[in-house]
């Protein structure tokens, strides 16, 4: 952990899976967007994929794959990465193993919450309340979300809170090349294109999308 004289914050981001996803996409742009001259970035998870590849490419950022297939093997290892680095603090993106080994080493806790979570089963929603009992402070993508766990798992309701939305990195999309594509698809340049890429589920809020669209073409 940090010690008098040092400025720098140890963290820790932990998420089950580095494949590809909006909370894949939420650890990558925090790993990235922490500034390193006052937090030393480390990012541990079980299952790899895309994101994990982008983050070992990212200056400053010490990512770990557990490979361990067995929970309690999970749980020993990430307790002692923790200890290990000297996390300060532990930020837990939905893994089961996050805030417990947060404990278990001393790192202060936060979470994330990146969905209704409205699949559980009811062990599931034990658990995940416990999860809640033990940050520290959590974080919603939304509003809707807020609400939601605090209504559904009632430890959430006496925590601490902030709102942090999703963001987008505007310099992944080059002009040149929208202008490309819009070109590609006969689109008229003066017009206002709106889309949609995701899962067609109501969380989504695509319902939403067609109801405007209609009231656009109106």
């Known amino acids: 952990m940090s010690t008098p004289g040092q400025d720098r914050l140890c963290v820790l981001l932990v998420s089950h899976t ?3 996803g909006g909370l894949e996409q939420a650890v990558l742009a925090t790993a990235e967007g922490l500034d390193k001259r006052r937090f030393d970035v480390h ?3 079980f299952v790899g994929g895309d994101t994990a590849v982008r983050l070992g490419q990212i200056p400053g950022v010490h990512a770990v794959h557990i490979t361990t ?3 309690a093997g999970r749980l020993r290892a990430l307790t002692a990465l923790a200890k290990q680095i000297g996390a300060d603090i532990l930020h837990n993106h939905f893994c089961w193993y996050g805030l417990p080994s947060a404990v278990l080493s001393g790192a202060r806790r936060m979470e994330t919450v990146h969905n209704l979570y409205s699949w559980f089963t009811p062990a599931q929603r034990v658990a995940y309340a416990f999860n809640c009992l033990l940050a520290e402070r959590l974080i919603a993508v939304s509003s809707a979300v ?7 798992f ?9 709102i942090v939305h ?5 310099q992944r999309y080059r002009r040149t090349e929208v202008q490309d594509l819009r070109s590609s698809l006969g689109l008229n ?4 294109v709106a889309g949609f890429s995701g899962r067609l589920e109501e969380e989504k809020g ?13």
């Open 146 to 152: 807020r609400t939601y766990t605090a209504r559904r």
């Open 206 to 218: 695509v319902a939403h999308l067609l109801d405007i669209a209609g009231m656009l073409l109106d």
């Open 189 to 192: 340049p003066e017009h206002v």
């Open 69 to 71: 297939p067995h929970r």
């Open 166 to 170: 999703n963001g987008i990195d505007l």
């Open 154 to 162: 009632p430890p959430a309701a006496h925590r601490r809170w902030d």
């Open 18 to 20: 580095l494949d590809r």
């Open 43 to 45: 990012v541990a998870y």
